[in-house]
Every structure is written in structure tokens, then in C-alpha cells.
């Protein structure tokens, strides 16, 4: 028994958090579920499938200090796509009023789409459990990764070149 | 097991059978209604943004979205199945509060069921063998001139330690006294056709046991042990009988060491990864105020890193659940300044502010809450008497030594500037 408990307790141990990092997620190499609502400015929002770029899926809320912490980032991966036209941004509202999300947003100067998801129904089709949560999404519309703490611009460029190198 | 009670324990198995089948609704031939139907499910569904709370118990907007989709789909005609389905297609397993049915998950539905069977067989296998042993086979045994002498030493034990059970359950009045002598002559009669057979002097000893034996009930379980403990010394069967305990003494170890090693495999192999805040050996069911304790814990390790956005991630999450906690709000309000300060935010700043304020506000003995609003006034705004104020009250809520340890420089500077002096208790450094 003293043995069992050492070894699960070494092996448990030892497994590296997966909150700084991709997480599973059933999603990951299926089709994305639709993205459509109405943006926090009372427009009404689809997302072509297959989107035939990267697309940046980010849950947002504007009380959560880690979307805070990611929000310069993903304003400095916009600007930097936006020219090239490779990859574009949405952004989905988490557990937030519409009214606050889009006042951070405009605060932050994102430019971005943004849907409100008033009743959760977009979270509930990704599966999102707390902000932020990031997808990543491949031009031919298949989910490529799912991450579950703040993004960087230079870690989404990684995220999109590894999919590239395996044939997204 | 008494002899004389056996067929009570089989009516009384057989009443709790009927009873789990009757009270399980086996019989029951009424479909459940929609709401009743939704009602189960969401009663197994983990509410996505809680800890260990179905959404059907959660209020939180993540566990209303997933009602309203089960209750959508249940009115759709979708089985509870497929529902279940769908829900873990896009959370993961771990969104179904009971483990699955199919893959590994099912061992734990499967393990049970497959243990309670074996331990059944085994015990009626015991019965059957000992009720075998106890009537015609064992005379016939004893009796055939060339019976296998490990299989006579089996039969000897086994008679002996009839009688000590026979013994054991007269003085604990299970027997009658009729049933005693009856069975007690029986064993007593088959232990002398034993000796008669076997002219080894083990058995010659337990002969010697069937005689002593029935001079006090008292004594005998007693005398029996020891006899059967010289005949077994003696007996020349007792070299493969020790072998055969070693080899199943070994095949236990072994199957236990597989388990073992299986297990140490599986579980890594076969576990979610942890998300934000949770742990690695899972969580049982606390009470509210264990788990906001344990949620507390966990926040000012992960802060205590220096993972502060992942530490306000989990300050957040103990504020959606308990939004009057004054030391989350204290410690989230810290970071946020800390963050906001690295960054330049005066949003944030002003935010971790007003966060200050309410932990106050909530709790006015807390320390910490004073101690960073302290801080923030001497560091960020130099007003080193209202810091000097908030330091003292700091002071008085009796923080832990080593807070005050840690905080003395700060408080000796906004005590300096201000030209006051400093607190009792206080390290004059």
C-alpha cells in the first residue's frame, strides 16, 4: 500500500499543471460549431465556415484580470494580421453585462468583432468554463487548439505555425 | 455463519433484494415526465464553472445556459443519452458528474459488480464444500484404506475446527443443546474413524484430542489447537501444504504488485488535466466553508509564485461563488494593484481600490486589507498619514509575526514620514 501511494503520489506530482498551456478539449481537430449572434454594437454576426483564414476565438469578460493582463496582446496580434489578411480575431462575451464589455473593449481599442452571448449560448457550444479561454481555429474550419489562460501575440503566431507545419 | 440461523439470512436477502428492486422503480411502468426527465439530467451535469456542484444546484450563468439547452433538447425528443453526449462533446467527460459507462470510466461501474459476484460464488463454493465435507463424503473418505494423506490431514483440520466452532457458538447461544451434542458426537465419531485409519502419529494425537475433548466444552477449542498444532509438526504432509500457501502467498503479491502498477498507469494516463485551481488528486465533498477555505489556499499559492493573473483568476472564482468574502476581495484587490501598477492601469488601480474598500467594509479586523490599502496610500499616493492610520489599524487586528515581519520596513518608513511613532509590537529594525 505504501508503495501505491508513493508511486501515485510521485506521478500526480510531477504532471505539470495545464493551466498555463493548451488543454484537451473534445473539440480540438473537429469542426468548429457555428459563430453567430449579435455583436455588443446590436449587429448581428456569422462567421463563415469554413472561415478560409485563422481565427482567434477569445472569451472575454471585462472583471476577469487575466483577459486584462492578454487584452494589449490581442490588440498587438490584430494589428499585426490584419494586413496580412492570415488570421482575424473574434471576440465572445463570458458572464459579463454588454454594456461593460464593450466598454472595455473600446477602452482597450479592439476593433474587433465582439458578440455579447447574452444567454451563454456560444460558451455552452465551446465548452467555455471561465475566462479567458482561447480557441484557434484553422481556415478550413477545423479547432486546432484550446487554451485556457492569457494568450500572447507571439504565442498565437506559434499556435498557427505549428498548425501550418501540420497542414491546417 | 450459524447453522441454525441459515435460512434467515436467506429470507432476509431475499426481502432486501425485493426491496432495492420495488424501491429502484425495477417495476414501475410510468414514464417520467419532461421536467422530471430534464430534472435528472441536469441532477449529473457539472455545472462548467463551479466546483463540484451539479448545474442543477448552481445558479451560475454558465449552469443556466446548460439548463436551458437540456431542457431545449429534452423537449426535442433527445434521449438522455445523446444529451449527455453533447454536452460532453464540448466540455469533456468530466461534465457528467457519474463516471461513464463505456471505455475505462466503466471499470468503476464494472469492478463492483464483478468483486460482489466472486465473493458470492466464493462464499456459496465455502458452503457447498463444507457441506460436502460435513456429510457423506467426509465418512467416505476417512473410511477408504488408501485416502491421500494431505487429504486426511485436511479432513482432520477441518474437523477440529468444526468442533471449535460448534464450541464457539453453543457458549454464544446460537446452538441448542440438543444440536451441540449432535453435531459434537458426530465430529467426535469421525475424528475416531480418522485415527483408526491413519496409524501416523498425528493422528494417534488427534484421537487423543476426540477424548480429551469431551471433558469441558471450555477447554476444548483450546486443546484442539494445540493438538492440531503438534500434528501438523509431526505430520509428513506438511512440506507440500507450506509450498502450496507459499506459491498462493506469491500469486497474491504478484496479482496486488500488477494492480498496483496498472493503476500508477492508468491514473495519469487516463485523467483531464487540471485546469486552473483544481488539484491533482481530485476533490471530495467538502462543506462550503472548507471548500472556500481550500479555495483561499490555493489562490495564495498560485499567488505566491508570482502567477498573479492566474492567482485574480481564482480570487475571481471564489467571488462569484462567495461575493462577501473579505479576504478574496482583499488579496484580489492586492494583485489587481500589483498588475495595474506594473502596467500603468489606473482603471485597474482604481478597481483594486474600491476592492480594498469592501474587504474593509466586510471585515474591518481583517489585517491584510489594511496593510495593502496602507501601502497603496504611502507608495502610490505619499500620503504617509493616512498610511500611518491604516498601518496602525493593521498593527491592532494582530497579524501573524511573520507578516509583521515582512511589513515592518514599510511601516517604519510611512511611520518616519509622518513623524509619528511607531506602534507597540512593531520591529524598530
Known amino acids: 500500500m505504501l508503495v501505491v501511494g508513493a508511486g501515485l503520489i510521485a506521478v500526480l506530482a510531477t504532471r505539470p499543471p495545464a493551466a498555463v498551456t493548451e488543454v484537451r478539449s473534445p473539440l480540438v481537430g473537429n469542426p468548429a460549431p457555428s459563430i453567430r449572434g449579435i455583436t455588443v454594437d446590436g449587429h448581428a454576426y456569422a462567421l463563415a465556415q469554413p472561415p478560409g483564414t485563422f481565427v482567434v476565438l477569445n472569451y472575454f469578460a471585462s472583471w476577469c484580470v487575466p483577459c486584462q493582463q492578454e487584452g494589449p496582446e490581442l490588440v498587438r496580434f490584430d494589428f499585426q494580421h490584419r494586413q496580412a489578411g492570415d488570421a482575424r480575431l473574434v471576440s465572445v462575451v463570458f458572464d459579463d453585462t454588454t454594456s461593460a464589455a464593450r466598454s472595455y473593449q473600446a477602452t482597450l481599442g479592439a476593433t474587433w468583432p465582439t458578440l455579447a452571448d447574452s444567454k451563454g449560448e456560444l460558451a455552452l457550444n465551446y465548452g467555455v468554463r471561465a475566462p479567458p479561454t482561447t480557441f484557434l481555429i484553422a481556415p478550413d474550419g477545423r479547432v486546432v487548439a484550446y487554451l485556457v489562460a492569457p494568450v500572447t501575440a507571439a504565442g498565437l503566431d506559434a499556435l498557427i505555425a505549428r498548425a501550418k507545419a501540420t497542414g491546417a | ?429
Open chain 2, 1 to 429: 455463519m450459524s447453522r441454525k440461523h441459515f435460512p434467515l439470512w436467506t429470507v432476509l436477502a431475499v426481502v432486501l433484494v425485493a426491496a432495492l428492486l420495488i424501491g429502484g422503480g425495477v417495476f414501475s411502468s410510468s414514464s417520467p415526465s419532461a421536467a422530471a426527465r430534464a430534472a435528472a439530467i441536469e441532477s449529473v451535469i457539472r455545472c462548467p464553472s463551479c466546483e463540484d456542484l451539479s448545474v442543477a444546484a448552481s445558479s451560475a450563468p454558465t449552469a443556466i445556459a446548460v439548463r436551458a439547452e437540456v431542457s431545449r433538447q429534452v423537449a426535442e425528443g433527445r434521449s438522455d443519452g445523446q444529451i449527455k453526449e453533447y454536452l460532453v462533446a464540448r466540455y469533456g467527460s468530466a461534465i457528467v458528474l457519474e463516471p461513464a459507462t463505456t471505455g475505462w470510466a466503466a471499470v468503476v461501474w464494472v469492478l463492483p459488480v464483478v468483486v460482489a459476484i466472486a465473493a458470492i460464488g466464493l462464499l456459496v463454493l465455502v458452503l457447498v464444500r463444507r457441506r460436502r465435507r460435513g456429510d457423506g463424503d467426509l465418512d467416505a473418505d476417512v473410511r477408504s484404506p488408501d485416502v491421500d494423506p494431505v487429504l486426511l490431514d485436511e479432513r482432520r483440520r477441518f474437523l477440529t475446527q468444526s468442533l471449535a466452532d460448534a464450541d464457539a457458538e453453543y457458549l454464544a447461544g446460537d446452538l441448542s443443546d440438543a444440536d451441540y451434542l449432535a453435531l459434537r458426537q458426530r465430529d467426535l465419531t469421525r475424528l475416531g474413524l480418522l485415527a483408526s485409519t491413519s496409524s501416523t502419529a498425528s493422528t494417534a494425537s488427534t484421537a487423543s484430542t476426540a477424548s480429551t475433548a469431551s471433558t469441558s466444552v471450555r477447554d476444548t477449542p483450546d486443546t484442539l489447537d494445540a493438538t492440531t498444532g503438534t500434528a501438523a509438526s509431526t505430520d509428513p504432509s506438511k512440506g507440500p501444504a507450506t509450498a502450496r500457501h507459499r506459491r498462493n502467498r506469491r500469486f497474491l503479491l504478484g496479482a496486488l504488485a500488477c494492480f498496483a502498477a496498472a493503476l500508477i498507469v492508468a491514473v495519469p494516463l487516463f485523467s483531464s488535466n487540471r485546469l486552473p485551481g483544481q488539484t491533482a488528486t481530485g476533490s471530495v465533498n467538502l462543506s462550503p466553508s472548507q471548500q472556500l477555505a481550500r479555495s483561499l489556499d490555493q489562490a495564495a499559492a498560485v499567488a505566491n509564485t508570482g502567477q498573479l493573473g492566474q492567482a485574480a483568476q481564482l480570487y475571481q472564482s471564489v467571488l462569484s461563488a462567495h461575493p462577501d468574502s473579505a479576504v478574496a476581495l482583499a488579496q484580489l484587490g492586492w494583485i489587481e494593484y500589483r498588475i495595474g501598477t506594473a502596467g500603468s492601469s489606473t482603471s485597474l488601480i482604481t478597481d483594486a481600490r474600491a476592492k480594498l474598500d469592501q474587504a474593509v467594509d466586510l471585515a474591518p479586523g481583517d489585517y491584510a486589507a489594511h496593510l495593502y490599502i496602507g501601502t497603496i496610500l504611502l507608495a502610490h499616493d505619499g500620503n504617509a498619514a493616512g498610511a500611518a492610520d491604516q498601518f496602525r489599524l493593521f498593527v491592532g487586528a494582530g497579524p501573524p509575526a511573520r507578516v509583521l515581519a515582512e511589513a515592518a520596513p514599510t511601516l517604519r518608513t510611512a511611520f518616519a514620514q509622518a513623524g509619528q511613532p511607531l506602534p507597540a509590537g512593531v520591529p524598530a529594525g
